[in-house]
């Protein structure tokens, strides 16, 4: 129940195409979802967040859809570029646990 | 701009030796953690600390140990470092327990031990 399913585990997107990664879960608790970027080399990022009481996030070309009744999120890149690849990890937590419960990471490649 | 800083970007050790992984953040955070990453397996977190002295077991601690001596310290040590212990180690803070404080890592020690 504490798991976060992530996939896929790799995708590769023409430039300009949309990148879309998801992720499932089964605890109901969880109450905050955040995604993270990493590049080749550095720590994870945060990029983006959302809560369970909205349905979608939106910030410049990336945006979070949450699905609460059917325990979904995924990560949507519009126009994606090559700058862009990375690996993105999903996570979530409930209320103030000190845990980040993480997907297992999608390797994203934008092919120019 | 907030900083997590480990102190080695890549070392090689020998199976058996006792290996000290340093982590120093500048932003006076309250939590750090440690976690291991391995390809498929995502981040999988070893151990965290939520206030100096105190410690955490994470879900993977076996061969692990931790100290928190100073707020911005946080250390990871391999007892009797072994072949599986070879892998990318991150380190990360969190100013608090709210849900909006982000983690902050650092670029990460890749360690191999032959």
């Known amino acids: 129940q504490q798991q976060v399913k992530q996939s896929p585990q790799s995708l590769i997107v023409q430039k300009g195409g949309i990148s879309i990664i998801n992720c499932a879960y089964e605890?109901?608790?969880?109450?905050?979802f955040p995604w993270y970027q990493q590049f080749p080399g550095k720590g994870p990022a945060l990029l983006i967040a959302i809560r369970p009481d909205v349905s979608e996030k939106k910030e410049g070309r990336f945006t979070i859809s949450f699905n609460k009744s059917a325990k979904q999120f995924s990560l949507h890149i519009m126009d994606s570029q090559p700058g862009d690849s990375a690996t993105y990890f999903c996570?979530?937590?409930?209320?103030?646990?000190?845990?980040?419960?993480w997907g297992a990471g999608t390797k994203l490649i934008i092919k120019p | 701009d907030v900083k997590v800083t480990q102190s080695s970007r890549y070392l090689v050790k020998r199976t058996g030796e006792k290996v000290f992984l340093e982590c120093v953040q500048d932003?006076?955070?309250?939590?750090m953690f440690w976690y291991r990453q391995d390809p498929g397996l995502g981040l999988r977190l070893i151990y965290f600390?939520?206030?100096?002295?105190?410690?955490e077991k994470g879900d993977i601690p076996e061969g692990y140990s931790v100290s928190r001596e100073k707020k911005e310290r946080f250390s990871l040590i391999l007892e009797s470092a072994s072949t599986n212990q070879t892998s990318m180690y991150l380190c990360?803070?969190?100013?608090?327990?709210?849900?909006?404080?982000?983690?902050?890592f650092g670029s990460g020690t890749r360690l191999t031990v032959v």
């Open positions: 932003m006076d955070h309250e939590n």
């Open positions: 600390s939520y206030d100096v002295k105190m410690k």
């Open positions: 605890n109901t608790a969880f109450d905050y």
């Open positions: 990360a803070s969190r100013p608090g327990n709210r849900a909006g404080d982000g983690y902050t």
């Open positions: 996570a979530a937590s409930k209320g103030s646990n000190y845990q980040l419960i």
